[in-house]
């Protein structure tokens, strides 16, 4: 169930509290209120329906941020059999906003890079609320450089507001570690594949994101920049934020349209903070099969499709003259 | 040498005299104008228009522009206060430019160079899916012909008004960067006011050398975006070229006057001075 609702779950959230109530008072006192809590489970399911299948824009925005949603930890921990954590960019420290490590996939040795926000205060200021600094990319390469050592798949796990804009950032070149980090997925030689789990801003998400298979999760976002950042640069106001985040269309379903995604992975009912069990499997699901797919191809035909791929991105015109 | 274009920017200087954007001193116009718009008084560096800079680097008559038929079109349909395809057409009669990036090839000091050049007249110089092709162009090119690369930054990064097809380009250049990489060709960057964003956290940081202008503003976040997340005033001299040179991230600072002598130098004991016109 959900503590935290946003604004248009709350009408589900009463919902869902009052056949709560109706099972334990059936429980506690022996009454049979069966009949009435399948009428009210049938309504949630209705109006959970109604309510995800005309979200906009911005409401999905909200969703690819709830506080209650699933982040890389929580997938990790549902999804692998076994992993070891690394820590550190051997060159000043460890930047918690970045998850590496390796796993057991269902069999497959994977290397794992996430964004992880931190769940509560403290673990949020902690992991920087996942925007990750130089050392988090430099940490992220060094799983790469693994990766390839040990001829292991990449999979990230995409999830930040973005890069940390700070002074110690700078100072350590925020710049060249997001640079160097795409530079080294671009020609890294074994499979990589990613998956956009919440959500996926500017440079920050990019440094994990050139992949040869990307998901997103249906209320997960992926832009440019954050849509406040957009309306306060483009509208000169950050309340234009929702304005600007349907002109964004950075949507699971924009994204996929334009071919920046392969596939959208469904949600459950509700959203991924509903069921993290039934997600991570879905995505489990998804990395697996990737993984046999990327698999089969050689390496110089990936690194040469990856290539293309990125090379045919982008929208112009080319005339004559 | 003429060093202005004769179409007027946003930027021209349409009086006598001009107010340095550093130290605020009024300064007489031509006198700027002779210093390769370098202020006499404090040595701030005024941006250049991308015809400005052929005039500066690339000797007379070898400058050969190529792709300049490739324009941006409205994959989003995008608006804001505006229509962005009305922002393009309006931006593309006041510059005289068709995108940000103007590319092709001509010689320094008699050597072969390939050479694209950022202009911030056109959308603060913003990377979207025609800046992306056209330097991803001449990457290829470099690499395949094992060639020379100059690559003249001023953008504020990525141009929002693309979506997620400007934040791919970053992806799209690096990855031409990797060829790159595995070639002989040798790649300079040169950093002038402002390198920021997209633009910054893609090619222009992972040069074999990397030069910037005295006081160019380099950085990944804008200083307004740190100070108001970090909630403090930032020190003197934070994201300026020396600043950079300071903490490890350049290799050199130098002055418009020599900039020409210095990229001729360097590709004279790194790059191929054998490639003809």
Known sequence: ?321 | MPLFGSEKTKNSLDSLWIKCNNCNEIIYKKEVEKNLKVCPKCNYHFRLSAKEWIDILIDRDTFHELWSNIEAVDPLDFKDRSRYRDKLKETQKLTGISDAVVTGYGTINELFLNIGIFDFNFMGGSMGSVVGEKITRLIEKAAEEGSNLLIVTSSGGARMQEGIFSLIQMAKTNTAMSRLAGSSALYISLLTDPTTGGVAASFASIADIIIAEPKALIGFAGPRVISDTIGQKLPDGFQRAEFLLEHGMIDMVIDRKVIKKTIAQIIKLLGNTQKRL
């Not at chain 1, 420290?93 to 994977?110: E, F, H, P, Q």
């Not at chain 1, 794992?112 to 403290?122: F, P, Y």
């Not at chain 1, 030689?189 to 920050?204: A, F, K, L």
Request: proline fraction near 4%; include cysteine; aromatic fraction near 8%.
């Open chain 1, 1 to 321: 169930m959900i503590h935290q609702p946003l604004d248009f779950e709350k009408p589900i959230c009463e919902l869902e509290k009052k056949i709560e109530e109706f099972k334990q008072l059936s429980a506690s006192e022996g009454i049979d209120l069966s009949d009435e809590i399948s009428r009210l489970e049938k309504k949630v399911r209705k109006l959970q329906e109604e309510t995800f299948s005309n979200l906009n824009a911005w409401k999905i925005v909200q969703i690819s941020r709830h506080p209650e949603r699933p982040y890389t930890y929580d997938y990790l921990y549902l999804m692998f059999d076994e992993f070891i954590e690394i820590h550190g960019d051997r060159r000043f420290k460890d930047d918690t906003a970045i998850v590496a490590g390796v796993g057991m996939l269902d069999g497959n040795r994977v290397v794992l890079i996430g964004e992880q926000k931190g769940r509560g205060s403290k673990e949020r200021a902690a992991r920087n609320f996942g925007m990750p600094g130089p050392e988090g990319y430099r940490k992220a390469m060094r799983a790469m450089d693994i990766a390839q050592k040990f001829n292991m798949p990449v999979v990230t796990l995409i999830d930040t507001p973005g890069a940390y804009p700070g002074i110690g950032a700078e100072e350590r070149g925020q710049a060249e570690a997001i640079s160097a980090s795409i530079l080294k997925l671009a020609g890294l030689r074994v499979p990589t594949i990613g998956c956009i789990i919440g959500e996926g801003n500017s440079g920050g998400a990019l440094a994990i994101g050139l992949v040869d298979r990307m998901f997103i999760l249906e209320y997960a976002v992926y832009s440019v920049i954050s849509p406040e950042g957009c309306a306060s640069i483009l509208w000169k106001d950050q309340s234009k934020a929702p304005q600007a985040a349907e002109a964004l269309k950075l949507t699971a379903a924009d994204l996929k349209k334009a071919g920046i995604i392969d596939e959208v992975l469904k949600e459950p009912p509700g959203g991924a903070h509903n069921d993290f069990k039934s997600m991570a499997q879905t995505i489990k699901n998804a990395l697996i099969g990737s993984i046999g797919a990327l698999r089969s191809v050689s390496i110089d035909e990936l690194v040469k499709d990856r290539y293309s791929k990125y090379r045919g991105i982008g929208q112009f015109r080319e005339t004559g003259g």
